[in-house]
């Protein structure tokens, strides 16, 4: 029986140095030794005591690890000039591991939040699903006894490069690994939550973490609101075929205490306001 745990894995925000040609900060999963030298002296400036990274060349942190002092410290840089209320969940993610080794990081721009959408596994006729905001994003389907996770993107690699196109679990062994991970985020989040009035909210772990509010999304919805261009920069070519799904869930219009999305016309005419503010051209 192979052993599965869910990994809640944090990225955390720092003032960074200026950067230099030999230094690739903007990237959180550089691989080479120069950019975790780099790293680890932006983590010894901006905290103290701070754990060790969970692998060499992924710049990511085990959240549990992380003390009340440093948190305070990370919620800090996170919101900055922004209403805590306003603010979207810390940036991370959660990681599977299979025998002590890990077969799946959380991508680029994942956070905390998809705890939500990892929840659809609870109920054994889930739908096939997407995670809301990482890109590349896996799709976790179902079959007979088995989960199975697909790595694969037409326009992005998964980090690191070694990610397999194709993991399958015991359903069952990974239902009780999401259980188990649910009971000790539910642990962190009360010891979170004794800071709340000190950030003047009522519960900061519904913000930071678990953030109950947002919606979530299945694969039929995910492809329905694709938009397919590309963003045009000099002579090279960055296509966005699927960062629609992470634009819509970033702009939205506040409710009473409910997120509604915009309409996708109107995400893509935000999208191209800020393609042109930034210099670039819609094709």
């Known amino acids: ?3 599965i745990k869910f990994i809640a894995l944090i990225e ?7 950067p230099t040609e030999d230094s690739n900060s903007d990237f959180p999963f550089a ?8 790293q680890k002296r932006l983590i010894a400036k901006n905290y103290k005591n701070f754990p060790e990274p969970i692998l060499s060349g992924i710049h990511q942190y085990r959240l549990f690890d992380i003390d009340m002092i440093n948190m305070e410290r990370i ?5 900055e000039n922004t209403e805590l209320e306003n603010s979207i969940s810390l940036f991370g993610g959660y990681a599977i591991s299979v025998n002590q080794r890990i077969e799946l990081f959380p991508q680029c721009c994942g956070l905390l939040e998809e705890i939500q959408t990892w929840k659809a ?14 890109h590349p994003s896996p799709i976790i ?7 199975i996770i697909r790595c694969s993107d037409a326009y992005e690699e998964f980090v690191p ?5 194709e993991i399958r679990l015991d359903y069952m062994q990974t239902k009780e690994a999401l259980i188990l991970l649910l009971a000790d985020l539910t642990a962190y989040s009360n010891a979170l939550n004794q800071m709340s009035d000190k950030f003047e909210v009522d519960n900061l772990a519904n913000i930071l973490i678990w953030d109950k509010t947002i919606f979530s999304i299945n694969a039929n919805s995910y492809f329905i609101y694709r938009l397919k261009f590309g963003l045009k920069e000099g002579n090279s070519t960055i296509h966005t075929d699927q960062y629609i799904r992470l634009i819509k869930f970033n702009y939205f219009n506040k409710v009473g205490k409910q997120k509604v999305f915009l ?10 306001l800020r393609l042109s503010r930034l210099g670039l051209a819609r094709h």
Do not use: G, W
């Open 1 to 3: 029986m192979n052993e």
């Open 12 to 18: 955390p925000p720092t003032k960074k140095d200026k």
């Open 31 to 38: 691989n080479d030794a120069e950019s975790d030298c780099y």
């Open 75 to 79: 919620i800090n840089l996170h919101i």
């Open 121 to 134: 596994i609870l109920d054994e006729n889930f739908n096939e699903f997407y995670l809301r905001t990482s």
């Open 141 to 147: 389907l179902k079959s007979k006894n088995e989960i």
């Open 161 to 165: 490069l070694s990610t397999k196109k």
């Open 263 to 272: 309409h996708q016309a109107a995400v893509s005419d935000l999208l191209s």
